[in-house]
């Protein structure tokens, strides 16, 4: 393999691990609150259709990247009412949440497809770009990864570092006990849901504005049940969480790479190494308690409803 | 106006409440509540289970809101609509179900429920020196979901204590507390009330309430059926009054036959079996018999091996061969529940709600749950179908028989008082007429009057030919039914002692200085050092 094809491999990884990253971090601060979000694909597809389309309208791709933002947030809305509010199944209401969103997406986007995208211009920083090997992948990136990056440092600084995350993790653990000691459960969920919905919307958008510049039905194909994945496989810690979207993210480019080589690995089988992965890791994170009861969300799933 | 201790005591009133009702849909939880504590007394709030008593404290602590009368702190009304508010007035809570974060280390659970933003290393610094001011050793840095009750509710108080309460509630403190444990917690109590605190104490437990409580206010059925000072009544007085009726003495009968005259209903012969986790207890050798007609009690102090003793005998854990144990005759060791059911044992767990009944499922269902084995002709039809009338048919039989007091006709398990369903839980099995009974902590946490209608029962159903095992953490109330007492200390069990040449202190003597605590520790330690 030649050193400038190393070089490029690299950068494509970054772009496919970006969307995962960034979905997988809205999740997880999600699923830390207590909630579990089966819709990430919905609102990630929801995202990337609204920001194509915004992007077009307007002509700035920057306009797209915040509509993406909303259209997620948005979207997440509609769960966070059904679920916390009226108290509904959170997987079944997660379930529909991603089947209207591929539903309306298609509907939405109907008149874009094959219309040429907008993309949005990598920002490269002189010098530090013509490093051999790493200068490209760290400092010629398009930004969205270069958010990803900030966010997941910041999603660790605030579960870990800050009071508010603190009572996250709290109201994660046992909704009772947080409710007892006056922290208010349902509003902190919301504001959770709402951050998750922002970061699968943002994720939509890096598709439709830097991946593929171009607005395809399900173009998620399947990103959001990755990151849903990888939350999983991350034991619910934000750096765990980089390391699988660049160890998914390879798997998808080696996909390609395998193919063009005509390497006779079965594409399907490639596919199904993410969720593959997951389960290994889950059988091993079991294996330690205190890990396992430190940091997976014990009331994950389970409807608050208060005492009146 | 003095204290027992003959002290001063200011005569402004700290809480007063007039009037105070709470209404669940068609159910007054409290009705017209009046009481008032002033500044260093320890006040009772007495009452057996369902009167109202956790309903009351929760609108003192601003949980819930009352539906009528006026809350007055320090002679103005005030309105407590949260937690925060309650805290930011000097009112402290310890709850009888921890609100902790097992997930969470105990500072962190601490500085939860502390405004502001202090660190954690103070929180754990400070933590750690009213924690040994107050006698209640804690671990900063450990996580709670890795702690004893005992130690999780030394947290409770900890982090009670860090808001400089005026007036702490203790909600069932001592429901989950080894005699020892107790004993440390009102030596903090009694340091508290010196420093001129007040302290609202609950409880159904009327020695307790008798030896540290000044005043005590009893409920019945959510109304004040009186006040009185504890110490100048006796234990049958209070207990009238919580419950409107005297309580039953128990009649225990000698055994009619000798009890060396019959084949025992249980053998268990070297029983021993390796620790499941670092959190519980190895057995070994225990070796025991039980022979109709009797009651034989396990004693011990809490952590000692008896859950790990149960889930061996009820089958939940199965033993390396059958002989091990033997219930009628048959080699029962290698049989799980269901199968040792079969041949006439039942069984009663501790927990009551996830082990002993499911929740959720209807008081019908969770008969079905024990019995579909033992009775399958009576409840289960050709097909594999629900005979729904045999099933409602027993459930009434039940209900009557204990006096079950329940919202509906068949209502979900878990919208029982826990004194209720523990008879519906029994009561299931004393219908089944069993051979051998194995309860685990019968009356735990269960009001007075039911406890004594319990263990009536189960005398009753050993004078009737059964063979009886009562594990329980309650000496008295081994004293009281058991014909033989054998004490479990570290996973193995001592020879059997008839009952009435033992008293209290002599039990006490044969449980070992040992506190569990420090062999669990121990043990955690020696596991953690076999894994690195």
Same mark, same amino acid.
């Given at each position: 393999?030649?050193?400038?094809?190393?070089?490029?491999?690299?950068?494509?990884?970054?772009?496919?691990?970006?969307?995962?990253?960034?979905?997988?971090?809205?999740?997880?601060?999600?699923?830390?609150?207590?909630?579990?979000?089966?819709?990430?694909?919905?609102?990630?597809?929801?995202?990337?259709?609204?920001?194509?389309?915004?992007?077009?309208?307007?002509?700035?791709?920057?306009?797209?990247?915040?509509?993406?933002?909303?259209?997620?947030?948005?979207?997440?809305?509609?769960?966070?009412?059904?679920?916390?509010?009226?108290?509904?199944?959170?997987?079944?209401?997660?379930?529909?949440?991603?089947?209207?969103?591929?539903?309306?997406?298609?509907?939405?986007?109907?008149?874009?497809?094959?219309?040429?995208?907008?993309?949005?211009?990598?920002?490269?920083?002189?010098?530090?770009?013509?490093?051999?090997?790493?200068?490209?992948?760290?400092?010629?990136?398009?930004?969205?990864?270069?958010?990803?990056?900030?966010?997941?440092?910041?999603?660790?600084?605030?579960?870990?570092?800050?009071?508010? @995350?603190?009572?996250?993790?709290?109201?994660?653990?046992?909704?009772?006990?947080?409710?007892?000691?006056?922290?208010?459960?349902?509003?902190?969920?919301?504001?959770?849901?709402?951050?998750?919905?922002?970061?699968?919307?943002?994720?939509?958008?890096?598709?439709?504005?830097?991946?593929?510049?171009?607005?395809?039905?399900?173009?998620?194909?399947?990103?959001?049940?990755?990151?849903?994945?990888?939350?999983?496989?991350?034991?619910?810690?934000?750096?765990?969480?980089?390391?699988?979207?660049?160890?998914?993210?390879?798997?998808?480019?080696?996909?390609?790479?395998?193919?063009?080589?005509?390497?006779?690995?079965?594409?399907?089988?490639?596919?199904?190494?993410?969720?593959?992965?997951?389960?290994?890791?889950?059988?091993?994170?079991?294996?330690?308690?205190?890990?396992?009861?430190?940091?997976?969300?014990?009331?994950?799933?389970?409807?608050?409803?208060?005492?009146? | 106006?003095?204290?027992?201790?003959?002290?001063?005591?200011?005569?402004?009133?700290?809480?007063?409440?007039?009037?105070?009702?709470?209404?669940?849909?068609?159910?007054?939880?409290?009705?017209?509540?009046?009481?008032?504590?002033?500044?260093?007394?320890?006040?009772?709030?007495?009452?057996?289970?369902?009167?109202?008593?956790?309903?009351?404290?929760?609108?003192?602590?601003?949980?819930?809101?009352?539906?009528?009368?006026?809350?007055?702190?320090?002679?103005?009304?005030?309105?407590?609509?949260?937690?925060?508010?309650?805290?930011?007035?000097?009112?402290?809570?310890?709850?009888?179900?921890?609100?902790?974060?097992?997930?969470?280390?105990?500072?962190?659970? $601490?500085?939860?429920?502390?405004?502001?933003?202090?660190?954690?290393?103070? $929180?754990?610094?400070?933590?750690?020196?009213?924690?040994?001011?107050? @006698?209640?050793?804690?671990?900063?840095?450990?996580?709670?979901?890795?702690?004893?009750?005992?130690?999780?509710?030394?947290?409770?108080?900890?982090?009670?204590?860090?808001?400089?309460?005026?007036?702490?509630?203790?909600?069932?403190?001592?429901?989950?507390?080894?005699?020892?444990?107790?004993?440390?917690?009102?030596?903090?109590?009694?340091?508290?009330?010196?420093?001129?605190?007040?302290?609202?104490?609950?409880?159904?437990?009327?020695?307790?309430?008798?030896?540290?409580?000044?005043?005590?206010?009893?409920?019945?059925?959510?109304?004040?059926?009186?006040?009185?000072?504890?110490?100048?009544?006796?234990?049958?007085?209070?207990?009238?009054?919580?419950?409107?009726?005297?309580?039953?003495?128990?009649?225990?009968?000698?055994?009619?036959?000798?009890?060396?005259?019959?084949?025992?209903?249980?053998?268990?012969?070297?029983?021993?079996?390796?620790?499941?986790?670092?959190?519980?207890?190895?057995?070994?050798?225990?070796?025991?018999?039980?022979?109709?007609?009797?009651?034989?009690?396990?004693?011990?102090?809490?952590?000692?091996?008896?859950?790990?003793?149960?889930?061996?005998?009820?089958?939940?854990?199965?033993?390396?061969?059958?002989?091990?144990?033997?219930?009628?005759?048959?080699?029962?060791?290698?049989?799980?529940?269901?199968?040792?059911?079969?041949?006439?044992?039942?069984?009663?767990?501790?927990?009551?709600?996830?082990?002993?009944?499911?929740?959720?499922?209807?008081?019908?269902?969770?008969?079905?749950?024990?019995?579909?084995?033992?009775?399958?002709?009576?409840?289960?039809?050709?097909?594999?179908?629900?005979?729904?009338?045999?099933?409602?048919?027993?459930?009434?039989?039940?209900?009557?028989?204990?006096?079950?007091?329940?919202?509906?006709?068949?209502?979900?398990?878990?919208?029982?008082?826990? @004194?209720?369903?523990?008879?519906?839980?029994?009561?299931?099995?004393?219908?089944?007429?069993?051979?051998?009974?194995?309860?685990?902590?019968?009356?735990?946490?269960?009001?007075?009057?039911?406890?004594?209608?319990?263990?009536?029962?189960?005398?009753?159903?050993?004078?009737?030919?059964?063979?009886?095992?009562?594990?329980?953490?309650?000496?008295?109330?081994?004293?009281?039914?058991?014909?033989?007492?054998?004490?479990?200390?570290?996973?193995?069990?001592?020879?059997?002692?008839?009952?009435?040449?033992?008293?209290?202190?002599?039990?006490?003597?044969?449980?070992?200085?040992?506190?569990?605590?420090?062999?669990?520790?121990?043990?955690?330690?020696?596991?953690?050092?076999?894994?690195?």
């Amino acid at each position: 393999m030649s050193f400038e094809m190393a070089e490029a491999i690299l950068l494509t990884i970054a772009t496919a691990a970006t969307p995962l990253l960034i979905a997988a971090l809205g999740e997880l601060v999600v699923e830390r609150s207590g909630v579990l979000n089966l819709g990430v694909e919905g609102m990630m597809v929801m995202g990337a259709v609204t920001g194509f389309a915004a992007a077009q309208l307007s002509g700035s791709p920057w306009i797209g990247v915040l509509a993406a933002i909303v259209a997620g947030a948005v979207f997440s809305m509609l769960f966070a009412f059904l679920t916390l509010s009226l108290a509904t199944n959170q997987v079944a209401t997660g379930l529909s949440l991603t089947i209207l969103g591929l539903g309306l997406s298609g509907m939405i986007g109907e008149s874009f497809i094959g219309t040429p995208g907008l993309k949005l211009q990598s920002w490269v920083i002189p010098g530090l770009s013509e490093i051999p090997l790493v200068g490209k992948f760290l400092f010629a990136q398009d930004p969205i990864f270069y958010i990803s990056i900030l966010l997941t440092i910041c999603v660790w600084w605030f579960i870990f570092r800050t009071r508010a @995350g603190l009572t996250l993790r709290a109201v994660g653990d046992s909704h009772g006990s947080a409710h007892a000691l006056g922290i208010r459960v349902i509003r902190i969920r919301y504001l959770a849901v709402l951050f998750g919905g922002a970061c699968a919307g943002l994720a939509g958008g890096q598709l439709s504005l830097v991946y593929t510049p171009q607005w395809v039905e399900n173009m998620t194909a399947g990103r959001g049940w990755i990151a849903l994945a990888l939350v999983v496989f991350a034991s619910w810690l934000p750096w765990r969480v980089v390391a699988g979207a660049y160890l998914f993210g390879a798997v998808t480019i080696a996909q390609f790479h395998a193919q063009a080589q005509g390497i006779a690995i079965p594409s399907q089988f490639l596919s199904a190494l993410p969720y593959l992965a997951t389960i290994v890791v889950l059988v091993l994170i079991s294996s330690n308690r205190r890990m396992t009861m430190r940091n997976t969300p014990a009331s994950l799933g389970k409807p608050f409803v208060p005492e009146r | 106006m003095t204290d027992a201790g003959g002290k001063k005591v200011a005569s402004e009133t700290l809480l007063k409440v007039e009037g105070i009702t709470k209404i669940f849909g068609t159910l007054k939880a409290n009705d017209g509540v009046d009481f008032d504590i002033v500044p260093g007394e320890i006040h009772a709030l007495l009452g057996e289970n369902g009167a109202g008593k956790s309903t009351l404290v929760k609108m003192l602590f601003g949980s819930l809101q009352p539906d009528g009368g006026t809350i007055y702190w320090r002679d103005s009304a005030v309105s407590i609509t949260n937690p925060m508010q309650a805290r930011a007035l000097g009112i402290g809570m310890v709850f009888q179900h921890f609100s902790l974060f097992e997930s969470l280390s105990a500072a962190e659970n $601490i500085a939860l429920s502390l405004g502001g933003d202090v660190t954690l290393s103070k $929180i754990a610094a400070e933590a750690t020196r009213v924690s040994h001011e107050y @006698g209640l050793p804690i671990h900063p840095d450990r996580l709670v979901g890795e702690l004893s009750v005992g130690e999780r509710q030394r947290i409770e108080i900890v982090r009670c204590l860090l808001q400089q309460p005026e007036l702490i509630i203790l909600d069932e403190p001592t429901s989950v507390l080894t005699p020892q444990e107790a004993e440390k917690l009102f030596a903090t109590l009694d340091k508290l009330r010196a420093e001129g605190k007040s302290i609202l104490y609950i409880s159904h437990r009327l020695e307790e309430v008798q030896r540290i409580c000044d005043r005590a206010t009893v409920l019945r059925h959510g109304k004040v059926v009186g006040h009185c000072n504890p110490r100048d009544e006796t234990a049958k007085s209070l207990a009238a009054m919580m419950v409107g009726e005297d309580i039953h003495s128990i009649e225990r009968s000698e055994i009619s036959a000798g009890p060396s005259s019959e084949e025992p209903v249980m053998v268990i012969d070297g029983l021993s079996q390796p620790a499941s986790s670092p959190f519980s207890v190895p057995l070994s050798g225990i070796t025991l018999s039980v022979r109709p007609g009797e009651v034989v009690g396990i004693a011990g102090i809490a952590g000692n091996g008896q859950s790990e003793f149960f889930e061996a005998i009820s089958g939940e854990r199965l033993q390396d061969k059958g002989s091990r144990v033997m219930i009628r005759g048959n080699e029962a060791g290698r049989l799980g529940p269901s199968g040792r059911r079969r041949i006439g044992a039942a069984f009663s767990p501790e927990e009551r709600l996830g082990h002993g009944a499911v929740p959720s499922f209807s008081l019908s269902e969770n008969l079905l749950l024990s019995r579909h084995a033992s009775d399958r002709k009576a409840y289960i039809g050709p097909l594999g179908t629900i005979r729904r009338g045999a099933l409602t048919k027993t459930l009434e039989r039940i209900v009557k028989a204990l006096d079950v007091r329940k919202s509906g006709y068949d209502p979900a398990a878990s919208s029982l008082s826990g @004194g209720n369903l523990q008879k519906v839980i029994l009561g299931r099995e004393f219908d089944r007429s069993p051979a051998l009974l194995i309860a685990n902590q019968p009356t735990w946490g269960v009001d007075a009057g039911a406890a004594a209608r319990i263990r009536q029962e189960i005398i009753d159903l050993a004078r009737n030919g059964a063979g009886v095992l009562v594990i329980s953490q309650d000496l008295d109330e081994l004293l009281e039914i058991a014909d033989r007492i054998a004490v479990m200390s570290d996973g193995e069990l001592s020879e059997t002692v008839p009952a009435e040449t033992v008293t209290r202190e002599t039990l006490g003597l044969m449980m070992g200085g040992a506190t569990p605590e420090k062999h669990h520790e121990e043990r955690v330690a020696t596991m953690e050092a076999g894994q690195e």
